[in-house]
DNA sequence: GAGTTTGAAACT
DNA sequence: CAGTTTCAAACTC
């Protein structure tokens, strides 16, 4: 260290003079190779900073690292201000040749390509899989150290003469550069270190993971920088690429078997960010196949800290969001996607709405570019309907696998007709659960997407995508498989700036389909649409929250039937019904597909996927039909259509909640709401602790990871030991109604599972039981 | 397609 | 917080 210190020093010194004094300095140090040694001098001047000595000292290297360093001094700079100034000239003098922006553009390019190397050394010295995630995963990391972390200190070491050596000194960030060392033959001991040093790293991550899930706020949040970083990177991305991390990642899995790896990828994702989840795939595939330089460069652009910080900054101002909240990233990416498409539409077309309305309509009808974008809405959209339930149906899966595998054609959605295969399967969990982690971004992204996917869905399921008619869409729509991610509104009155438009409540912008007057639920008024839903966030947090959320606990409210309500999912606010017996669509209960719970104020309860505790009571299934044939016996038979379904569904051991298209359809849309206006709260409760979630049902939904896992738990464990305790406790909510009006229903279950107290009290000590991850549990 | 019904959203 | 009004979807004809 000590020496590198001083040959820095000199350097620096001498650089400006780097002529005469530096080569009589370099001579006096290096015997051997006055001239070669300069270079390396040069390059230390700019590198003055202590992680790039070490790349220069490769002479090879000389221009590629030498841009490399030049971004790290950039950065650098700013920390150190020693350097900046002594090197500033040199640096100049070496970023003469290009700006630093183009410095940077270029490094990140360089890095790219180093990396490739770096990573195949990793790979075949390691797993191939693991090694790329880890790889993957490192590179973030060790970019963001380069920039300012102290590890760049090491680097003078690296100036050392031995490339090993200072390979292994710069570590992490430049390790993967070791296509110098490995030139040189010294690959073997590059290798080697840099492994080792990946490993190490990877368990850190490991353990970081572990302990993000320890944390569910910090899950919430980015971990590192890195993870902010690659976020950032793949929100910079288009969405094009970030498609292409969904079908990659979907393939690897199903394909590979990698489980083990996928999982834990996944789950490192999924605990950290969905957004980074995403990044992160998409880097890998990038690095492993096309050496994809959006994201490198994304994460030097991020490393700079302009681009993300602009990112950043506009998204929350345009949601006004909190930085530090880990709803944040989910946020932003609504934002960004919101954002992304009016920028997109603006670009387009700025009048046109019609391109904007081409991007949603395109996705059905146009597989190709399209297919993209779709991709990404498909993202969110499988992510969101994962996230309403990790388990539910069959085509919540298959519309994820589909759109996953598939940015291509969602005929691909045909992918549903691929029995998942138990590693799918598990994939599909894991999936699931990231994209429930997700749906905070998808909370837009995912809405359109959404919107895009399911209306490839539809597309898929109806030919007659014709959305000349809102009704007809509609009915189309609803035929489909009721993807309503295809919304369209009718508004009036509104000007689709209120939650009436379905549309705006989706957080997805109006398109031609929708026949809405004076709409300015528009990408060209986007800021009144920003403003409008901010003011509608203030005044309800959870305004565009799901309506219906998906909770691995069937517990809480379902006092009722336990066959028929869907325990895991649940209106969000209940309904309020009073003449429809919660047997059409006018029940937001009915119409998202979940069964009546105890937060319902309905009257005459009678919802086919399950009734509210005190109705269920009041009416056994013959009477109920009784009672609703004469009111509507048509929409009944539709609805009991729909419920039919459900049942079947249900009577499937498979599903154990019912997973109608409506679910899947109303949560995904809803989904991206809620992620987007999901209050930090529910996401630093649900993942901060278990105990936390008196108000968090909402949140739950939205945390989709613990679910999956601790769903597992419960399904396992809850199907034969929760089912009575759950069914007839209220969930930390119900305890909550209990003291509410609603309370009072509550009593009247109690006849059939007995003392609700001592359900409650068992359910409680489930819940504790299940450490790890409460949070999912936590209704 | 027009009109009615319905319940959420918004308002007071 | 409750009551009322407004609104647009859902539904019927």
Redesign the pocket.
């Given at each position: 260290m000590m020496d590198t210190p001083e040959k820095t020093q000199i350097s620096s010194s001498l650089s400006k003079f780097e002529d005469s004094p530096v080569f009589n300095y370099i001579n006096s140090l290096s015997p051997i190779k006055p001239v070669k040694s300069i270079h390396p001098t040069q390059t230390f001047n700019p590198l003055s900073f202590a992680s790039l000595p070490s790349i220069f000292t490769s002479p090879h290297v000389g221009s590629h690292k030498e841009s490399r360093f030049l971004k790290r001094h950039s950065y650098t700079d700013s920390s150190k201000p020693e350097l900046s100034s002594g090197e500033g000239h040199k640096v100049s003098t070496n970023q003469e040749a290009g700006m630093v922006a183009g410095q940077l553009c270029d490094s990140t390019a360089e890095l790219q390509e180093n990396f490739n190397p770096g990573v195949s050394l990793g790979e075949a010295s390691l797993e191939l899989p693991t090694g790329t995630s880890r790889f993957a995963i490192e590179l973030p990391r060790t970019l963001n150290y380069d920039c300012g972390s102290p590890n760049s200190d090491p680097a003078p070491c690296v100036i050392e003469t031995n490339c090993v050596s200072e390979s292994t000194c710069t570590s992490l960030s430049i390790v993967p550069f070791d296509q110098e060392a490995s030139e040189k033959g010294l690959s073997d001991g590059v290798e080697a270190v840099g492994i080792c040093q990946i490993e190490q790293e990877k368990q850190n991550i490991e353990c970081n993971w572990e302990n993000l899930i320890s944390d569910g706020a910090d899950l919430l949040i980015f971990n590192s920088p890195n993870d902010s970083v690659a976020f950032r990177g793949a929100f910079q991305k288009s969405l094009d690429p970030v498609t292409r991390f969904c079908p990659t990642l979907i393939s690897r899995f199903p394909q590979n078997d990698i489980h083990e790896v996928s999982q834990t990828t996944v789950h490192s994702y999924e605990r950290k960010d969905p957004c980074l989840q995403t990044g992160e795939a998409g880097e890998l595939e990038e690095i492993n196949h096309a050496h994809g330089n959006f994201e490198v460069t994304s994460v030097t652009n991020c490393m700079s800290g302009s681009l993300t910080d602009n990112v950043e900054t506009g998204m929350c101002d345009l949601y006004s969001f909190k930085p530090g909240s880990n709803l944040h990233r989910g946020l932003r990416r609504r934002c960004l996607d919101f954002e992304m498409l009016a920028a997109r539409r603006n670009n387009l077309d700025d009048g046109s709405n019609t391109s904007s309305y081409v991007d949603n309509q395109l996705v059905p009808t146009k597989p190709g570019n399209d297919s993209s974008r779709c991709i990404l809405p498909g993202i969110g959209l499988h992510l969101n309907a994962l996230a309403i339930t990790s388990r539910d149906n069959k085509n919540i899966k298959h519309e994820t696998l589909s759109s996953g595998t598939q940015k291509i054609s969602f005929p691909g959605s045909t992918t549903s007709i691929l029995p998942p295969t138990a590693g799918q399967e598990a994939v599909h969990e894991s999936l699931t659960s990231a994209s429930t982690e997700r749906e905070i971004d998808p909370a837009e992204n995912g809405v359109q997407l959404a919107e895009d996917a399911s209306q490839a869905s539809a597309y898929l399921a109806n030919e007659e995508f014709n959305q000349n008619?809102?009704?007809k869409k509609?009915r189309r729509l609803e035929q489909a498989g009721e993807n309503e991610a295809c919304k369209?509104?009718?508004?009036?009155?509104?000007?689709?700036l209120?939650?009436?438009?379905?549309c705006f409540?989706a957080g997805v912008y109006c398109i031609e389909p929708c026949s809405?007057q004076d709409c300015f639920n528009k990408p060209i008024h986007e800021d009144t649409v920003l403003a409008t839903r901010k003011q509608?966030e203030s005044?309800?947090p959870l305004?565009f929250a799901p309506?219906v959320i998906r909770t691995s606990d069937p517990i809480p409210e379902v006092g009722d039937d336990s066959s028929k309500t869907p325990a895991s999912a649940r209106h969000k606010?209940g309904?309020?019904?009073?003449?429809?017996?919660?047997l059409?669509?006018?029940?937001?209960c009915y119409?998202g597909g979940v069964g009546c719970s105890i937060n319902c104020r309905?009257e005459g309860c009678k919802n086919a996927f399950g009734r509210k505790e005190g109705s269920a009571i009041e009416e056994t299934e013959g009477p109920e039909e009784e009672e609703t044939d004469p009111?509507?016996k048509?929409?009944v038979d539709?609805?009991l259509e729909k419920a039919d379904i459900l049942n079947t569904e249900k009577q499937t051991p498979v599903s154990a909640l019912p997973t109608t298209p409506l679910q899947l359809c109303r949560p995904l849309v809803q989904l991206p709401f809620s992620s987007k206006s999901k209050p930090p709260q529910s996401f630093t409760a649900i993942g901060s602790s278990s105990t936390l979630y008196n108000g968090q049902r909402y949140g739950k939904p939205n945390i989709i990871r613990p679910q999956n896992i601790i769903e597992k738990h419960f399904q396992t464990v809850a199907e034969d030991e929760m089912p009575e305790i759950l069914r007839g406790n209220s969930s930390p909510v119900t305890a909550i109604k209990t003291s509410s009006p609603n309370s009072k229903r509550i009593s009247p279950p109690q006849c059939e599972l007995g003392s609700t107290p001592g359900r409650r009290s068992g359910r409680k000590l489930i819940l504790q039981s299940i450490p790890s991850f409460p949070s999912l549990t936590q209704h």
């Open positions: 008619s809102p009704k509609r369209r509104c009718n508004c009036k009155k509104s000007k689709c209120k939650l009436y438009c379905e409540a809405c509608i005044r309800n305004a309506k606010r309904c309020n019904c009073k003449k429809s017996s919660c059409k669509k006018y029940c937001e119409q309905c009111s509507d048509n929409g539709k609805s």
